[in-house]
């Protein structure tokens, strides 16, 4: 899985100022980065702090061992 160039911390902090009233244009010029993940972003994290999303990305990375020992073993 490819490694993210923006912490949790940081797209937490470009989803609140997008809700502040900020254009998405604009956050995509400041922070380098595209619309898309911008709206990516919004639909996965959206209404989640930090602390949420560690742990949603860990459980993630569980199942993943999980369904991979399942069939690396068939």
Excluded at 27 to 52: Q, T, V
Aim: charged residues 25%; contains cysteine.
């Amino acid at each position: 899985m490819k490694k993210s160039r923006f912490s949790d911390a940081q797209i937490i902090s470009i989803l609140k100022q997008g809700e502040n009233g900020i254009p998405v244009a604009q956050l995509c010029r400041e922070h380098g980065m595209s619309a898309a993940s911008y709206y990516k972003w919004r639909a996965k994290y959206g209404g989640l702090d930090a602390p949420m999303i560690q742990s949603m990305k860990s459980t993630e990375v569980s199942v993943i061992k999980d369904i991979w020992t399942y069939f690396s073993f068939e």
